[in-house]
């Protein structure tokens, strides 16, 4: 059971707009920056999103963060075969002094 | 380029204490301000982080493990370890090293490519 809620599915066909949630409580997403990551099969997570909204260089602006009280969300528009991965948001909870995950969605392009 | 390369025995016995060792190259392990950490992730399953290390010797943990696992730093070998006791096939996972800043205004930045452990007999 994660601290951090996803839905554990996305879909999309190309060119669309999809968008993933991420649901916490006060002493994490309430309190503290949103990080979003991308997982390909077989290979660690790679900074998608920082700081509720940044993009790393490199990462295409197709992908936008967004914070609101003990929400997020990742939205990628345009969206392409080579986005099909799974997709985790995270973030610092001041009660357990630590890092927190969520479950992680797997995103699918039709 | 910072980079991070776990390594240890791919396979642990019941009961046993599971050793991981992660090597950083291309920046100090004793860079301001950065801590080194481990997260893991059971297969086809999330992310757990496990917890973190300032190479003064400050480290936190996940409280869900936090008695089972300790966390510590070789500075003159630029490396971190790993050691989580009294393992179980619950603990079978890929173990990532990672670095990260305690608080959370920067990510988890820079990973390893990740370690896969099993735990059988």
């Known amino acids: 059971q994660s601290v951090l809620t996803q839905p554990p599915s996305a879909s999309g066909t190309p060119g669309q707009r999809v968008t993933i949630s991420c649901s916490g409580s006060?002493?994490?997403?309430?309190?503290?920056?949103v990080y979003w990551y991308q997982q390909l099969p077989g290979t660690a997570p790679k900074v998608l999103i920082y700081?509720?909204?940044q993009r790393p260089s490199g990462v295409p602006d197709r992908f936008s963060g967004s914070q609101s009280g003990t929400s997020a969300s990742l939205a990628i528009s345009g969206l392409r075969s080579e986005d099909e991965s799974h997709y985790y948001c995270a973030t610092w909870d001041d009660s357990l002094s630590g890092w927190v995950f969520g479950g992680g969605t797997k995103l699918t392009v039709l | 380029q910072l980079q991070l390369q776990e390594s240890g025995p791919g396979l642990v016995k019941p009961s046993e204490t599971l050793s991981l060792t992660c090597t950083v190259s291309?920046?100090?392990?004793?860079?301001?301000?950065?801590?080194w950490g481990w997260s893991r992730q059971p297969p086809g399953k999330g992310l757990e982080w496990l917890g973190s290390?300032?190479?003064?010797?400050?480290?936190y943990q996940n409280p869900s493990l936090k008695s089972r696992v300790s966390i510590s730093v070789a500075t003159s070998k630029n490396q971190l370890s790993l050691k989580l006791r009294s393992v179980t096939a619950a603990d079978t996972a890929v173990y990532y090293c990672?670095?990260?800043?305690?608080?959370?205004?920067?990510?988890?930045?820079?990973w390893g490519q990740g370690i896969m452990v099993t735990v059988s007999s």
């Open positions: 990672a670095r990260d800043r305690y608080g959370g205004s920067e990510p988890i930045d820079y």
């Open positions: 290390v300032h190479y003064s010797g400050n480290a």
């Open positions: 700081r509720n909204g």
């Open positions: 006060r002493s994490n997403i309430g309190n503290n920056y």
């Open positions: 291309g920046a100090s392990i004793t860079s301001s301000g950065h801590y």
